[in-house]
């Protein structure tokens, strides 16, 4: 699903107006709905995760190693896109397939874009781990 459809989805009704640029997925939504606490773990395993593979993403451009670049920022956009962040998902499958073509020393500002987007995208989880 989209940004735009999620954000127009009733499960985007039920999220708190605050989580700019991350609408909660329906998943996430029943788990909090539960009180099982899973939501909270599962918002930290993706964040932990993520900056991890971020890392590696970094490392990949400055050993050159573009099957690396193409690993690491095929598995964020996959967990990206499970988690409800979109716009982190969209910009990993960019830079998935600018690893084909595109010499990776030029791929560095488009993961810095990356990455700033990450962290706009772990604030909105905590705002909504702490309304929650």
Same mark, same amino acid.
């Given at each position: 699903?989209?940004?735009?459809?999620?954000?127009?989805?009733?499960? &985007?009704?039920? &999220?708190?107006?605050?989580?700019? !640029?991350?609408?909660?997925?329906?998943?996430?939504?029943?788990?909090?709905?539960?009180?099982?606490?899973?939501? &909270?773990?599962?918002?930290?395993? @993706?964040?932990?995760?993520?900056?991890?593979?971020? !890392?590696?993403?970094?490392? +990949?451009?400055?050993?050159?190693?573009? +099957? *690396?670049?193409?690993?690491?920022?095929?598995?964020?956009?996959?967990?990206?896109?499970?988690?409800?962040?979109? %716009?982190?998902?969209?910009?990993?499958?960019?830079?998935?397939?600018?690893?084909?073509?595109?010499?990776?020393? *030029?791929?560095?500002?488009?993961?810095?874009?990356?990455? +700033?987007? @990450?962290?706009?995208?772990?604030?909105?989880?905590?705002?909504? %781990?702490? *309304?929650?």
């Amino acid at each position: 699903m989209s940004g735009e459809s999620r954000a127009n989805s009733p499960v &985007a009704e039920q &999220a708190p107006e605050c989580l700019r !640029g991350w609408t909660p997925p329906r998943l996430l939504l029943e788990l909090a709905a539960n009180a099982s606490g899973l939501e &909270a773990e599962l918002i930290e395993a @993706f964040k932990t995760d993520t900056a991890i593979r971020l !890392g590696r993403l970094r490392h +990949a451009i400055t050993s050159a190693d573009a +099957a *690396q670049l193409r690993r690491e920022a095929h598995t964020i956009k996959g967990s990206a896109w499970q988690m409800g962040a979109d %716009s982190v998902a969209s910009m990993c499958q960019e830079i998935e397939l600018a690893a084909c073509h595109t010499p990776l020393a *030029q791929l560095e500002e488009r993961v810095d874009r990356l990455e +700033a987007r @990450f962290v706009e995208v772990c604030r909105a989880m905590a705002s909504y %781990s702490n *309304q929650t």
